[in-house]
């Protein structure tokens, strides 16, 4: 079991520009979820999914959009970078069933917007 | 959005002391969480509370979870190099898609 995988680890992009970025678990969860991580502050979620083919937003959505056509892929995308959006992206993956739920985490994707 | 506070920022500790750490919130939760992050790596779960009042252990890790529902607290004992990292609370609630709040973290340095 891979868990929670995240591609690519590292990317750069000049303002204006487009990427996606692809998370992708084989535990069979459900529910997978995009945050950011910026210095100081913990984990902000951005989108979340609770099934193949629904998205909802998150606390910090503005900018992203992500999609979820299989249930083990989840995709997050920025259509026109801003410096705003440097970061580090974790993606991550929970059962919906029973109480313990726990989300796993994939090991993240630093983002730099210039 | 809400996020957790958590104190202390951070801190640094000799090898062998003990860690206290903790993780307030202005709303109540119906679970608290903790996790560890090392340095460029996703966080990882260490201890899960379902229960207001509960206190449970995972080694040298002991965490509690507030009667008030608004906080809970991290124990580290006989702290090792290894423990070096961020550690995060987290509140959930049933109902939201198992939905965090992450609190702002607490950097763990321990020099030998």
């Known amino acids: 079991n891979a868990g929670v995988t995240q591609t690519p680890k590292f990317r750069v992009l000049k303002t204006g520009q487009s990427m996606t970025l692809l998370c992708a678990q084989d535990?069979?969860?459900?529910?997978m979820y995009w945050y950011r991580q910026d210095p100081g502050m913990g984990l902000r979620l951005i989108h979340y999914?609770?099934?193949?083919?629904?998205?909802a937003k998150g606390e910090v959505p503005d900018g992203y959009n992500v999609s979820r056509l299989k249930k083990q892929n989840f995709l997050l995308g920025l259509e026109s970078a801003a410096p705003s959006q440097t970061s580090v992206y974790f993606c991550?993956?929970?059962?919906?069933?029973?109480?313990?739920?726990?989300?796993?985490f994939g090991p993240g994707t630093r983002l730099t917007v210039l | 959005g809400q996020q957790l506070n958590q104190s202390p920022q951070s801190m640094f500790i000799q090898e062998g002391e003990d860690v206290s750490m903790n993780c307030t919130s202005s709303?109540?939760?119906?679970?608290w969480l903790w996790y560890k992050q090392d340095p460029g790596e996703g966080p990882v779960l260490l201890i899960a509370l379902y229960k207001a009042g509960e206190l449970t252990s995972n080694g040298r890790l002991t965490a509690q979870f507030g009667i008030t529902r608004k906080d809970s607290f991290l124990n580290i004992s006989a702290s090792i190099p290894s423990d070096v990292g961020i550690y995060f609370c987290?509140?959930?609630?049933?109902?939201?898609?198992?939905?965090?709040?992450f609190g702002t973290g607490t950097r763990l340095q321990v020099t030998l």
């Open positions: 999914s609770v099934g193949e083919g629904t998205t």
């Open positions: 991550a993956s929970s059962s919906h069933r029973g109480r313990y739920n726990e989300q796993f």
């Open positions: 709303s109540i939760f119906n679970t």
């Open positions: 535990m069979n969860h459900e529910y």
């Open positions: 987290a509140g959930r609630n049933t109902g939201t898609a198992s939905k965090l709040t």
